[in-house]
């Protein structure tokens, strides 16, 4: 099983950016898609990217397409999330998960091993 740690939450104002990492060990990485959710207070658990397998397919919510970007780097066992013009909206608990392969859902159903999340709060 694969178990992940995010990093790289903090607070910036809006328009900042911020880079979100996460680090997974356990199983082979590059056997894994990678996805990122958030979830602000009192709100449910929301999609907002993911990468397949190789990072050559991805997939974003339609609020963060144009801002945010996912990559990652297998031989670091990474995933990152580029995070650019950032808005008070964006203010939530920000998760990684291990998918299928090549599966790039929205549900977070579809994902195990989440980690404990990095806040990222964006000022106005």
């Known amino acids: 099983q694969v178990v992940v740690e995010e990093s790289g939450g903090g607070l910036v104002e809006a328009g900042g950016s911020l880079t979100l990492a996460c680090t997974a060990s356990g199983q082979t990485f590059s056997n894994y898609a990678m996805g990122w959710f958030r979830q602000a207070p009192g709100t449910e658990r929301e999609f907002v990217a993911a990468?397949?397998?190789?990072?050559?397919?991805?997939n974003y919510a339609e609020s963060v397409k144009g801002r945010f970007t996912i990559s990652r780097d297998n031989a670091k066992k990474t995933v990152y999330l580029q995070m650019n013009n950032l808005n008070p909206a964006d203010t939530a608990v920000y998760y990684c998960?291990?998918?299928?392969?090549?599966?790039?859902?929205?549900?977070?159903?579809?994902?195990?091993?989440w980690g404990q999340g990095t806040q990222v709060t964006v000022s106005a």
């Open positions: 998960a291990a998918g299928q392969r090549s599966d790039i859902s929205v549900y977070a159903e579809g994902y195990v091993g």
């Open positions: 990468a397949d397998w190789s990072g050559r397919n991805s």
